[in-house]
């Protein structure tokens, strides 16, 4: 077990130093000026060269990236070019919109598909299989932010129970911050826990056809019992993976839903910083969701473990 | 039943009169679509910077009032020397910033001498070109002399730019802006909201609001239900394309269809072939239909434009008739200048809705002449470096949004790449002379020239589109400068 994590840290660590080289490098050479970009069109050269300098954009590529690769290994994350401050600021600005709305949104589509995905494999082939399947199929292809905008009509519009979109902050009080939460987190839910229902169904009927629940049964142990004991926590390999994913995509993915919800989350933040040219917030940015990932997928291959003891033993 | 029923009525009646009671409110939320990068407007050409800040936290010491024209602000008055070079400002007194600190001649001469310093990242530095000394005769009297006469002077003082700062907050407005404006800076919640509140201290008329926020709202799907749920209650300066009818329709809320400084235009490429040919910029400006390219770039909504000035303008001349909409002169004009067999070129287009469409209608107007575009769509950071700074391009459409900027044309590095030196005496007497009759004729001139040059399509000026609850009163109808003026608006009844 040690060594399986030991592994599992080493390959990590590597990939994030692979990342921060092909982020850094990918986005240098993106062609535009920051600094010519907050200047505008009015601006003479000389100016822009001033502001360059002081930027520190004129400092060679290879300095640049061992500041920048350094300051990461100390959490220091650099500084704004656009806004001047320190970027891990403007991330725990963006953290407390995009974590809870990542949450919120993966603990709904949990909490709906699992429970469908069993329903359906449980009635594979049968009329309910079919409509809730049916379901999921409509589920997947609706574009979000469609469906986004049609809660927002209903819910904010017509009756106006929730708003329209923004985030009053934390400090607004909890329930204002997350009644804002609650549109945007169904909207991200729903094609997930399609998605998720589909693959929970799928992996169950597989683990169903095994000879052990035919044995399980056969020594008459009650359906219900060799499907959630049994059945479901062998199907739960698949279903993790999915859910690991996901849960990446939800941090970071979000930008259509933010921007449709007005969200200062994660996501816009990144993509504002790309149009204004704010190179070092969006390589920070990029490497901390790069570094998410890796903790996320660390925890799925963990959580295999747990399910399945034999993955245990044969570390 | 029933006594849940009497309390539920008595609870709607005691709402319903505490709300009658209730005096007009003083709050409003606007809609903007584009955040700050920063808050001080003296170092950034965003005008997202001047639309939350201008007049309503910083002030100049003359500002632009709604209609374009040039009012006092922190210089009560003002006298000219007879040479027309020497400025001496009478300041208001007992003027304070936001901190508490006093506003006096040191700071005007402070803010002056630092935008127009050697390590000065001020966007629009060429206003204060002019500027030769700043002294400060007492606390309240600031005198500025020129190197020359310049007409625009006492205009150039009401931009954003050249607003006055304070020497103890001039390091920090970028985050907590602190000026001598009716709003103090609240705070800022990134990618969210930029909240003012009044300022009670205020030296000049005392204003209706008690807070305004301006919200950033960066899709217009998103900003139409945040206006029909009543979360937002106006959108200044809004493009809300296929939903505007919808708003129009709705008595809630009045739509009002302004102008801006914003002369959309199609650049073009005065040095590259084939576009150095005049025959060939007149054939492209005889091709071009302004009306279809207005109704599909901008909604059917903007005035069609024969040169690079304003129509609201009092110096404006219409030259619209200059090259009127001729396909068959065009293709002749064309044939006479050697390219009977049409024309390759590109068209290169920033990522804003009235250059993707309006790209699209001059290309197939183009085509009809023989000119083949290949539309090529780029993002704002490369347009500035590909277009705007290395001058790679044929072709572009782009709106010039700097107020009174036919001046532009003159400069030698731009990149129109334009070479008149007949344009160039027009402007350099321009910038010495102050006399507004004399100044109105040499500005007709300049744009006859630029007309007559077809230095670039001349297309449309930006229309100002703005929504706002039909009981809010005093947001400005036009958009003389970039801003967002709120010091005269108010809740009616």
């Known amino acids: 077990m040690t060594a399986y994590l030991l592994k599992r840290f080493l390959i990590g660590a590597l990939t994030l130093v692979f990342a921060s080289l092909v982020v850094f490098s990918v986005l240098e050479i993106l062609p535009g000026d920051p600094a010519r970009l907050m200047l505008g069109m009015?601006?003479?050269?000389?100016?822009?060269?001033?502001?360059?300098?002081?930027?520190?954009?004129?400092?060679?590529?290879?300095?640049?990236?061992?500041?920048?690769?350094?300051?990461?290994?100390?959490?220091?994350?650099?500084?704004?070019?656009?806004?001047?401050?320190?970027?891990?600021?403007?991330?725990?600005?963006?953290?407390?919109v995009s974590l809870p709305l990542a949450i919120m949104a993966l603990f709904l589509s949990t909490v709906i598909a699992i429970p469908v995905g069993v329903f359906a494999a449980q009635r594979r082939g049968r009329t309910a299989d079919t409509l809730s399947m049916g379901a999921a199929q409509i589920g997947v292809a609706i574009p979000n932010f469609w469906f986004a905008l049609i809660l927002i009509y209903i819910f904010a519009v017509w009756l106006r129970l929730v708003p329209a979109g923004g985030f009053p902050g934390w400090n607004a009080g909890v329930w204002p911050a997350f009644k804002a939460l609650i549109l945007p987190a169904v909207a991200l839910a729903l094609p997930q826990a399609a998605i998720l229902a589909r693959v929970t169904r799928s992996a169950l009927l597989e683990v169903l056809g095994e000879d052990y629940i035919r044995t399980a049964r056969a020594k008459g142990m009650p359906r219900s019992h060799v499907l959630w004991r049994h059945a479901l926590r062998n199907a739960m390999i698949p279903v993790l993976t999915i859910l690991g994913l996901q849960f990446a995509f939800l941090l970071a993915g979000t930008i259509i839903i933010e921007n449709v919800f007005y969200l200062p989350g994660l996501g816009r933040l990144i993509f504002q910083a790309i149009t204004q040219r704010d190179l070092i917030v969006v390589e920070s940015v990029v490497m901390l969701l790069v570094a998410t990932v890796i903790v996320v997928n660390l925890l799925v291959d963990l959580s295999y473990a747990i399910v399945d003891p034999r993955l245990r033993s044969r570390q | 039943m029933k006594t849940w029923k009497s309390i539920l009525a008595a609870g709607l009646l005691a709402l319903a009169s505490s709300s009658a009671a209730l005096a007009a409110r003083t709050d409003l939320v606007l809609g903007i679509p584009l955040e700050p990068p920063h808050l001080d407007p003296t170092a950034g050409a965003a005008a997202a910077i001047d639309e939350v800040l201008y007049a309503n936290v910083f002030e100049g010491l003359t500002r632009i009032g709604p209609n374009g024209e040039v009012l006092p602000a922190l210089a009560e008055s003002w006298t000219i020397s007879d040479d027309s070079k020497v400025y001496t400002f009478k300041l208001r007194a007992g003027v304070k910033y936001h901190d508490g600190s006093d506003f006096n001649a040191d700071d005007v001469k402070f803010s002056l001498d630092r935008a127009r310093a050697e390590?000065?990242?001020?966007?629009?530095?060429?206003?204060?070109?002019?500027?030769?000394?700043?002294?400060?005769?007492?606390?309240?009297?600031?005198?500025?002399?020129?190197?020359?006469?310049?007409?625009?002077?006492?205009?150039?003082?009401?931009?954003?730019d050249a607003v006055i700062v304070a020497p103890e907050s001039a390091g920090t407005n970028k985050e907590k802006p602190i000026g001598t404006g009716p709003f103090k800076f609240d705070n800022w919640a990134k990618g969210s909201a930029i909240r003012l509140v009044k300022n009670d201290g205020y030296w000049g008329d005392p204003i209706a609001l008690d807070k305004a926020e301006f919200r950033i709202i960066p899709d217009a799907a998103a900003a139409v239900p945040a206006l029909l749920s009543g979360d937002v209650q106006a959108l200044p300066n809004f493009q809300l394309g296929d939903a505007l009818p919808q708003v129009q329709a709705d008595p809630r809320f009045k739509v009002v269809i302004g102008s801006t400084e914003g002369e959309t235009v199609l650049s073009i490429n005065n040095k590259k072939p084939p576009f150095d040919d005049l025959k060939v910029r007149q054939a492209i400006a005889h091709a071009l239909d302004r009306k279809a390219i207005i109704d599909g770039a901008s909604g059917g909504f903007g005035v069609p434009i024969g040169s690079h000035f304003a129509p609201h303008n009092p110096a404006y001349v219409d030259l619209t008739g200059t090259y009127p909409h001729d396909v068959e002169k065009a293709k002749a004009l064309l044939k006479e200048a050697g390219f009977g067999d049409g024309?390759?070129?590109?068209?290169?287009?920033?990522?804003?809705?009235?250059?993707?469409?309006?790209?699209?209608?001059?290309?197939?107007?183009?085509?009809?002449?023989?000119?083949?575009?290949?539309?090529?769509?780029?993002?704002?950071?490369?347009?500035?470096?590909?277009?705007?700074?290395?001058?790679?391009?044929?072709?572009?459409?782009?709106?010039?949004?700097?107020?009174?900027?036919?001046?532009?044309?003159?400069?030698?590095?731009?990149?129109?790449?334009?070479?008149?030196?007949?344009?160039?005496?027009v402007i350099a007497e321009l910038n010495v002379t102050s006399d507004e009759a004399k100044r109105k004729e040499l500005y007709g001139q300049a744009q006859k020239i630029l007309a007559q040059d077809a230095v670039v399509g001349f297309l449309f000026e930006l229309p100002k589109i703005g929504i706002w609850d039909a009981k809010a009163e005093g947001l400005w109808a036009n958009s003389p400068i970039q801003a967002n003026d709120l010091t005269k608006v108010k809740w009616m009844e």
């Not at chain 1, 000389?46 to 400092?59: D, H, I, S």
């Not at chain 2, 070109?129 to 600031?142: K, L, M, P, Q, R």
């Not at chain 2, 391009?393 to 129109?416: C, M």
């Open chain 1, 42 to 96: 009015n601006a003479s050269e000389e100016t822009v060269q001033v502001l360059r300098e002081q930027m520190g954009l004129n400092q060679p590529l290879l300095l640049r990236y061992f500041d920048w690769a350094g300051g990461l290994l100390t959490l220091d994350f650099g500084k704004s070019y656009t806004y001047s401050v320190p970027v891990i600021d403007l991330i725990a600005e963006r953290v407390v």
């Open chain 2, 119 to 160: 390590d000065s990242t001020n966007a629009q530095k060429a206003l204060f070109a002019a500027i030769d000394t700043v002294e400060t005769v007492d606390s309240g009297t600031v005198k500025v002399t020129l190197k020359n006469p310049q007409g625009s002077f006492l205009y150039n003082m009401g931009w954003g």
């Open chain 2, 343 to 425: 024309i390759k070129a590109t068209l290169k287009l920033p990522p804003v809705g009235y250059a993707r469409d309006g790209g699209q209608i001059v290309a197939s107007q183009l085509r009809e002449i023989g000119i083949e575009l290949e539309i090529i769509p780029v993002e704002w950071a490369d347009w500035l470096k590909q277009v705007f700074t290395e001058k790679d391009y044929d072709l572009s459409i782009v709106s010039h949004t700097e107020p009174n900027d036919i001046d532009i044309y003159s400069r030698k590095d731009y990149y129109f790449q334009y070479d008149n030196p007949d344009f160039d005496k």
